[in-house]
């Protein structure tokens, strides 16, 4: 049995990070899935050094060194990866603590148990926020929702700048495609982590009440509980909407999808949800 702790979105708090690994030692955790955008725009210091080197700073000399210090005590599994507040340039920092302190989720797949596998997406359809590095279409026949509120210019970091960048709502480079890649390599039962939630569920609120999550994604979580090996779906992205929708969570076909939400800033509440894998079933602790 594996008893995991999910979350999602601790945007560079302390109080967030710390009560992540006090409450994984005190519950006897032994996986912990952070859902993406771990070190946010702005940082406290942003002005004095700037963003890109906040956020090096931030997973250098805080976040790597937290979870360091924590396996020393701990041998809790912990699968990670950047969101769309996160400068991208930067996982090249956690790529050199991949398959040891951490596991990085991006299109990749994990096996967490013998029969039950782990895999990742974090890309996000269209925002209206400047930074674009984890943005891209949803699909061909629907880049966004309409309606929902965007930006497509704004700045990526390929090369380590922030560089100006103008995102296709025609391009066929969508979070669709990407997805019916992944579903290439799903042989068994698995956990999927996207960083977005699907769309028009309890998950995907925003405060003015409009849904904004992947159709796309709502479409392979659809597809994959069908063929009866999607365990369980958990999103982050969007803070607000167990508070504004009043759930963390939903089923999808026989799929339970699950946003905790987050606290917003240092000393704000730490959300998390806590389950229980038995075999090829999940029990949350809600």
């Not at 939400?261 to 029990?283: D, H, P, T």
């Amino acid at each position: 049995m594996s008893k995991i702790l999910y979350t999602s979105d601790i945007h560079a708090s302390t109080s967030h990070l710390f009560s992540m690994l006090s409450v994984t030692e005190r519950e006897g955790v032994n996986c912990i899935i952070i859902g993406g955008d771990i070190v946010p725009n702005p940082l406290p210091d942003t002005n004095r050094v700037g963003i890109l080197q906040a956020q090096a700073d931030y997973l250098r000399n805080v976040f790597l060194p937290a979870l360091k210090g924590f396996r020393q005590k701990s041998d809790a599994i912990i699968y990670l990866d950047l969101g769309n507040d996160d400068i991208i340039y930067h996982r090249r920092i956690l790529e050199e603590h991949d398959k040891g302190l951490i596991n990085l989720l991006h299109l990749s797949k994990h096996r967490l148990t013998d029969t039950v596998d782990i895999i990742g997406y974090m890309n996000v359809p269209p925002t209206p926020f400047a930074l674009k590095d984890r943005e891209k279409p949803d699909s061909v026949e629907m880049p966004y929702v309409q309606g929902n509120r965007i930006t497509i210019k704004g700045y990526i970091s390929p090369k380590g700048e922030l560089e100006k960048t103008v995102i296709d709502l025609a391009s066929d480079d969508t979070i669709e495609k990407d997805l019916n890649g992944l579903s290439k390599v799903i042989d068994k039962p698995f956990i999927f982590i996207a960083h977005s939630p699907p769309y028009n569920t309890p998950l995907d609120v925003i405060y003015n009440g409009q849904h904004v999550g992947s159709v796309s994604i709502r479409r392979f979580i659809e597809a994959w509980s069908r063929e009866g090996l999607l365990i369980a779906a958990f999103h982050g992205h969007i803070h607000e909407s167990p508070d504004r929708s009043g759930s963390i969570h939903t089923e999808i076909g026989k799929t339970l999808c699950i946003n905790p939400g987050q606290g917003n800033g240092e000393g704000s509440e730490f959300r998390y949800v806590i389950f229980r894998l038995s075999g090829n079933r999940i029990f949350p602790e809600i």
